[in-house]
C-alpha cells in the first residue's frame, strides 16, 4: 500500500496553466519528489476555477480556503497533516487563513508579503497613495477577463469567460475609497490580532522587494514557532535569485516540512531564528544581476545585538551633537523622486531600481557625516525625527538614507515616508495647521546594508516623491531648525561568528517545455520638456510570447505604464497603465487589453478605465468607467 504523504496547499489567482507554471514546474515536483503532495490551486474566479473574483483577500477565498485544506486532509493518501505556503498573493492567504486556524492546517511558510494591508502593499505608503494602486488594478483587470482553458473546464469555458468578463470592474476604485487605515484594511490584516495564529510561521521576503518590513514584524508579533529570512532578492522567490545570489530554498522549505508537518526533528528550529542578507556597498544601477554581500543570523528579533545610535540633523550635516542656529527651508520640485526606482522590484532584467541619487539629493535637504573611519553595519529599521513647518494643510515627507562615494556617487539604502496629516494616527488623520510647529517621526524601511570605509552616510529629506507617491494638491515649504532632528540608525558591530554560515546553491525540478516565439524586452525612457518644465516617465515590458508544446498553450503579456507631471503644478500629475495579455489553445484564441488612468483636481482623484476582449482578434466585449472620488486628508 503506497503511504501516506502531508499535504501542502499553494491558493493563488494566476492561472496555473499558463501563468504561474514557468516557476511552478521548477518548485513543486522538487517538493513533491520528497514525499509530500502539493497542491496548486486557482482562487474562486481565476485561471479554471468557477465563480466570480471580485476583490482581494475576501471572506470567500478564506473559506474557500478552510474547505480545501479540509477536503486534502480527509483524502486517503492524506497523513491528515497540511501546510500553506506563497508568494505574494499566495503569502498573505497563508497568513490570514492560518489567523482562521482551521484544524488540518498545521504550518505555512510565507513569502514577499505583509501582515499590514494598509502599511505594506501596493495601494498605500506611508499614509500616501502610491501609483502602483492603479498599475495593479490594470494588470488584475486584464487578467481576470481571460477565460479558463477549454482543455480543463469543457465545453463551459465561453459561458464561463462570458460570466467573467459581465462582471468586470476595476478595483482601484475601491481601494481609493478606503485612503486611511479603516475596518476594509484591517479585514485580512493579521497585525490587528498576531495571537490568532498558533501555527509556526516562516517568513521571508528580499531587500529588493516591497513587502520585507512584514518579516520583522512577524517575527517581534508572533508568539508561536516562527523564523525569518531575508536575502537579497526582489519580488521572487529565493531559488530564482533576481537579485542573487540564489539560495537552495527549497532544501529550506522541506526541512521546515519535514519538521511540522512529519514530526522529523531536522534540526531547523535550533539554528537562529533571524537570518538576513547583508549587502555590501554597490554603485547604483536600474538593474542588478546580483549583490555582493554576507548572512548574518541573529537569536530572535529584535534583537539583542543591535544598538541604537543618534545623529543630529545639523545645518547640512550629521554629528553626534546638535549644533543650533541656521534656519532650512525645503521645498522640492514635483519631479523629485524620479530616481528612486519602483516601489518594490520585479526581478528579472526589469530596470527597475534605484540608479544614481545624486539629482535627487540636490532637490531635498542633505545631510552628510564626515566620511567614515571604519565599515558601518545597519540590520533593521532607521528612523527619523524632526520639527517642522509647513506653509500648506497636507504635506509629505519623505526620507532617503544614501552611501555616498568619495567622487560622488550616491547610492540609495533605505527610504521612508509620511502623509503628515497621519503624523498621530493612520485611522484618524488631521491637516497641518499653516506655519505651526509639529513634531513628525518617519520610520525608514528595514535594511541591511554595509557602509564602506571612506565613504559618507547622507540623510535626505524632500517633500516631493513622484512617480512613486500621488502629490499633495499643492507644493509645501517646510522650515525646521538646525539641531532639532534626529537621525537614529540600527547599528550591528562585527561578530567572531559573522561569515561562516551560507546557504547550498539553489537546486530545482525541470522547468516546463518552453518554445519562444517572442524575446522579451523592457524599456525605461525618460522624456523631458524643459520648455513646459515637464518630465515624462514611461517604463514598458515585452514578456514575449511562449509556446507550451506540453498543453498546447501559447501565452503572451506586454505592459507600458506612463507617468507625467509638470515641476511645479502637482494637479498636473497623471498615470496611464495598461497591459496585453493573450491566451491561445487548440478551442481558443483570446486577448484582453485594459487600461487605467488616474489624475486629480484639489479635491478629487479622477479614475477612468477601459477593458477590451477579443476572440480570435475580432472584439467580443468592451466595458468602461470613470469615478470621481473625494480626496480624503491626501
Keep these: 500500500m503506497r503511504p501516506r504523504s502531508p499535504a501542502i496547499l499553494e491558493l493563488i489567482p494566476y492561472?496555473?496553466?499558463?501563468?504561474?507554471?514557468?516557476?511552478?514546474?521548477?518548485?513543486?515536483?522538487?517538493?513533491?519528489?520528497?514525499?509530500?503532495?502539493?497542491?496548486?490551486?486557482?482562487?474562486?474566479?481565476s485561471g479554471d476555477s468557477e465563480g466570480i473574483l471580485d476583490d482581494e483577500y475576501t471572506a470567500q477565498e478564506q473559506d474557500d480556503a478552510c474547505a480545501i485544506i479540509a477536503w486534502l486532509a480527509a483524502q486517503p493518501w492524506c497523513t491528515g497533516a497540511v501546510g500553506m505556503t506563497g508568494i505574494s498573493w499566495g503569502g498573505f492567504n497563508a497568513l490570514q487563513v492560518s489567523a482562521r486556524r482551521p484544524p488540518a492546517l498545521k504550518a505555512i511558510i510565507a513569502l514577499?508579503?505583509?501582515?499590514?494591508?494598509?502599511?505594506?502593499?501596493?495601494?498605500?505608503?506611508?499614509?500616501?497613495?502610491?501609483?502602483?494602486?492603479?498599475?495593479?488594478?490594470?494588470?488584475?483587470?486584464?487578467?481576470?477577463?481571460?477565460?479558463?482553458?477549454?482543455?480543463?473546464?469543457?465545453?463551459?469555458?465561453?459561458?464561463?469567460?462570458?460570466?467573467?468578463?459581465?462582471?468586470?470592474?476595476?478595483?482601484?476604485?475601491?481601494?481609493?475609497?478606503?485612503?486611511?487605515?479603516?475596518?476594509?484594511?484591517?479585514?485580512g490584516s493579521v497585525c490587528e490580532d498576531f495571537s490568532a495564529i498558533d501555527i509556526p510561521v516562516y517568513a521571508i521576503s528580499g531587500w529588493d522587494d516591497t513587502y520585507f518590513n512584514a518579516v520583522p514584524r512577524l517575527m517581534e508579533g508572533l508568539g508561536g514557532p516562527r523564523k525569518g529570512l531575508i536575502g537579497p532578492w526582489s519580488h521572487a522567490y529565493p531559488f530564482l535569485g533576481d537579485p542573487g545570489p540564489a539560495i537552495h530554498y527549497l532544501k529550506e522549505a522541506i526541512r521546515w516540512w519535514r519538521h511540522w508537518l512529519e514530526g522529523v526533528d531536522t534540526g531547523i528550529m535550533t539554528e537562529p531564528a533571524?537570518?538576513?542578507?547583508?549587502?555590501?556597498?554597490?554603485?547604483?544601477?536600474?538593474?542588478?544581476?546580483?549583490?555582493?554581500?554576507?548572512?548574518?543570523?541573529?537569536?530572535?528579533?529584535?534583537?539583542?545585538?543591535?544598538?541604537?545610535?543618534?545623529?543630529?540633523?545639523?545645518?547640512?550635516?550629521?554629528?553626534?551633537?546638535?549644533?543650533?542656529?541656521?534656519?532650512?527651508?525645503?521645498?522640492?520640485?514635483?519631479?523629485?523622486?524620479?530616481?528612486?526606482?519602483?516601489?518594490?522590484?520585479?526581478?528579472?532584467?526589469?530596470?527597475?531600481?534605484?540608479?544614481?541619487?545624486?539629482?535627487?539629493?540636490?532637490?531635498?535637504?542633505?545631510?552628510?557625516?564626515?566620511?567614515?573611519?571604519?565599515?558601518?553595519?545597519?540590520?533593521?529599521?532607521?528612523?527619523?525625527?524632526?520639527?517642522?513647518a509647513s506653509d500648506v494643510h497636507q504635506a509629505?515627507?519623505?526620507?532617503?538614507?544614501?552611501?555616498?562615494?568619495?567622487?560622488?556617487?550616491?547610492?540609495?539604502?533605505?527610504?521612508?515616508?509620511?502623509?503628515?496629516?497621519?503624523?498621530?494616527?493612520?485611522?484618524?488623520?488631521?491637516?497641518?495647521?499653516?506655519?505651526?510647529?509639529?513634531?513628525?517621526?518617519?520610520?525608514?524601511?528595514?535594511?541591511?546594508?554595509?557602509?564602506?570605509?571612506?565613504?559618507?552616510?547622507?540623510?535626505?529629506?524632500?517633500?516631493?516623491?513622484?512617480?512613486?507617491?500621488?502629490?499633495?494638491?499643492?507644493?509645501?515649504?517646510?522650515?525646521?531648525?538646525?539641531?532639532?532632528?534626529?537621525l537614529i540608525l540600527p547599528v550591528r558591530d562585527p561578530r567572531p561568528e559573522d561569515g561562516s554560515f551560507d546557504f547550498e546553491p539553489a537546486e530545482i525540478s525541470p522547468p516546463v517545455s518552453v518554445e519562444e516565439l517572442?524575446?522579451?524586452?523592457?524599456?525605461?525612457?525618460?522624456?523631458?520638456?524643459?520648455?513646459?518644465?515637464?518630465?515624462?516617465?514611461?517604463?514598458?515590458?515585452?514578456?514575449?510570447?511562449?509556446?507550451?508544446?506540453?498543453?498546447g498553450i501559447e501565452t503572451w503579456a506586454r505592459v507600458a505604464d506612463t507617468m507625467a507631471i509638470t515641476e511645479d503644478d502637482p494637479l498636473s500629475a497623471r498615470l496611464d497603465t495598461g497591459w496585453v495579455l493573450g491566451f491561445k489553445s487548440a478551442d481558443c484564441d483570446a486577448e484582453t487589453t485594459s487600461n487605467v488612468v488616474v489624475t486629480s483636481t484639489a479635491t478629487q482623484f479622477h479614475l477612468q478605465w477601459r477593458l477590451e476582449a477579443r476572440e480570435r482578434g475580432e472584439t467580443i466585449f468592451e466595458r468602461e468607467g470613470e469615478a470621481w472620488i473625494d480626496r480624503d486628508c491626501l
Excluded at 514546474?25 to 490551486?41: I, Q
Excluded at 477577463?145 to 477549454?150: K, N
Excluded at 488631521?430 to 509639529?438: F, N, R, Y
Excluded at 524632500?462 to 499643492?474: C, E, G, I, R, T
Design 112 to 187: 514577499c508579503c505583509s501582515d499590514d494591508r494598509y502599511a505594506d502593499d501596493v495601494h498605500y505608503f506611508g499614509g500616501n497613495l502610491l501609483t502602483e494602486d492603479a498599475m495593479w488594478s490594470s494588470f488584475i483587470l486584464g487578467l481576470g477577463a481571460l477565460p479558463p482553458d477549454p482543455q480543463i473546464v469543457g465545453e463551459r469555458w465561453r459561458a464561463m469567460w462570458q460570466e467573467r468578463l459581465e462582471a468586470s470592474t476595476c478595483w482601484s476604485e475601491t481601494w481609493m475609497r478606503h485612503q486611511r487605515r479603516d475596518a476594509y484594511w484591517k479585514f
Design 274 to 388: 533571524y537570518t538576513a542578507y547583508i549587502r555590501d556597498p554597490h554603485r547604483p544601477a536600474h538593474f542588478y544581476p546580483d549583490h555582493p554581500g554576507q548572512w548574518v543570523q541573529e537569536p530572535s528579533w529584535p534583537s539583542p545585538g543591535i544598538r541604537s545610535q543618534i545623529l543630529h540633523l545639523n545645518d547640512r550635516s550629521l554629528g553626534a551633537a546638535a549644533e543650533s542656529g541656521a534656519t532650512m527651508r525645503l521645498k522640492s520640485p514635483l519631479t523629485a523622486g524620479r530616481d528612486c526606482g519602483r516601489y518594490g522590484g520585479y526581478g528579472g532584467t526589469v530596470p527597475d531600481m534605484a540608479g544614481d541619487q545624486r539629482r535627487e539629493d540636490g532637490l531635498g535637504l542633505a545631510f552628510d557625516t564626515l566620511p567614515l573611519v571604519d565599515d558601518l553595519v545597519l540590520l533593521g529599521p532607521p528612523a527619523v525625527k524632526v520639527i517642522l
Design 396 to 486: 509629505t515627507l519623505t526620507a532617503r538614507l544614501c552611501e555616498v562615494w568619495p567622487d560622488g556617487t550616491s547610492t540609495l539604502v533605505t527610504w521612508g515616508t509620511l502623509n503628515l496629516s497621519q503624523r498621530a494616527s493612520r485611522e484618524h488623520p488631521e491637516a497641518l495647521t499653516s506655519d505651526k510647529k509639529v513634531t513628525v517621526r518617519v520610520e525608514l524601511n528595514h535594511c541591511g546594508h554595509r557602509f564602506g570605509r571612506g565613504n559618507r552616510l547622507r540623510l535626505v529629506l524632500s517633500n516631493q516623491h513622484w512617480p512613486v507617491l500621488w502629490p499633495a494638491p499643492s507644493m509645501p515649504t517646510f522650515t525646521m531648525e538646525s539641531g532639532t532632528g534626529w
Design 15 to 45: 492561472r496555473r496553466r499558463d501563468g504561474t507554471v514557468f516557476r511552478d514546474m521548477k518548485m513543486h515536483p522538487y517538493v513533491a519528489g520528497h514525499g509530500f503532495a502539493c497542491c496548486r490551486v486557482d482562487i474562486r474566479g
Design 518 to 551: 517572442a524575446p522579451e524586452s523592457n524599456a525605461r525612457i525618460l522624456s523631458i520638456d524643459a520648455g513646459a518644465r515637464g518630465e515624462t516617465l514611461r517604463l514598458t515590458s515585452d514578456y514575449g510570447r511562449q509556446h507550451l508544446p506540453d498543453r
